[in-house]
């Protein structure tokens, strides 16, 4: 097992990626904590990893919340100890071209994906210097954090924004034996996802098959979506890269549509 005893904690991981992301950790012998906002269906989702026979807790965390990530972990450090994973995962999305774009919605996503991360991050980090034993932090890029689209801006911002914690977080944190990276998907079929297909169709005036086969996957190889799956097998690869070879660097999982 590639995390054997390795206590890992995943935001926004009651579904989608950040689920499958859990899921993988879990069958690889990591404690996972699923942190989200949403405690029924977190609570479900670790009840399901526990009922395999593997360890699993939940905490309910808004990632924008200072008070709310601090004492997560300090739940996560009292129930399992030392943390050795974070996986950055929360985030929304929201479509509006710029003229039409609030200054609310703008916030708010950046709140969500850059405070949560540094938040998340920040409490995280500490925990891995103290112990001494490091740990790697994984935060959920997106192609948008190398490319740009229209009806995107706070978004694109934000993943691009990521890259940039990770480079600092890889410097500050390699004499401490702490990792980081990003993970950069393609269109992945997540609710996030789902959501965002009849609301391009009405922003661009076209269709929904449209949205899917001329946007979202015209410049991939093969004209799939990205699994959940492939991501969470990216994140267990850089989870069980021990060394800092890797740090700082992120990597594109986008079935070809975005190529470095």
């Known amino acids: 097992m590639r995390l054997k005893d390795k206590v890992a904690i995943v935001t926004g991981a009651a579904s989608g990626i950040g689920n499958a992301i859990a899921e993988t950790f879990a069958r690889e012998g990591a404690k996972v904590v699923i942190a989200d906002l949403n405690t029924d269906v977190a609570k479900k989702a670790a009840d399901a990893i526990s009922a395999q026979g593997r360890k699993a807790m939940w905490v309910k965390m808004d990632v924008t919340s200072e008070s709310e990530v601090d004492d997560g972990v300090a739940e996560v450090i009292k129930q399992f100890?030392?943390?050795?994973?974070?996986?950055?995962?929360?985030?929304?999305?929201?479509?509006?071209?710029?003229?039409?774009?609030?200054?609310?919605?703008?916030?708010?996503?950046?709140?969500?994906?850059?405070?949560?991360?540094?938040?998340?991050?920040?409490?995280?980090?500490?925990?891995?210097?103290?112990?001494?034993?490091?740990?790697?932090?994984?935060?959920?890029?997106?192609?948008?954090?190398?490319?740009?689209?229209?009806?995107k801006a706070p978004y694109v911002t934000a993943k691009h924004g990521l890259i940039g914690l990770c480079k600092v977080v890889a410097k500050e944190g390699a004499s401490h034996k702490v990792r980081a990276n990003v993970i950069c998907p393609g269109y992945v079929e997540t609710p996030l996802v789902k959501k965002q297909i009849p609301e391009q169709a009405k922003d661009l005036g076209i269709s929904e098959e449209d949205v899917i086969k001329k946007v979202m996957l015209?410049?991939?190889?093969?004209?799939?979506?990205?699994?959940?799956?492939?991501?969470?097998?990216?994140?267990?690869?850089?989870?069980?890269?021990?060394?800092?070879?890797?740090?700082?660097?992120?990597?594109?999982?986008?079935?070809?549509?975005?190529?470095?």
């Open 81 to 151: 100890g030392d943390i050795d994973i974070l996986v950055s995962n929360a985030g929304i999305q929201h479509i509006d071209t710029i003229d039409k774009l609030s200054l609310q919605d703008w916030k708010k996503l950046l709140a969500i994906h850059l405070d949560g991360a540094f938040l998340t991050t920040r409490s995280c980090i500490r925990s891995m210097y103290q112990s001494g034993r490091g740990g790697s932090i994984i935060y959920m890029g997106s192609v948008h954090s190398k490319e740009a689209s229209p009806l």
């Open 218 to 260: 015209k410049d991939t190889v093969d004209g799939e979506f990205t699994t959940t799956e492939d991501v969470a097998n990216v994140a267990l690869f850089f989870a069980s890269f021990e060394d800092n070879a890797l740090t700082g660097q992120s990597i594109v999982v986008s079935h070809g549509w975005f190529m470095q």
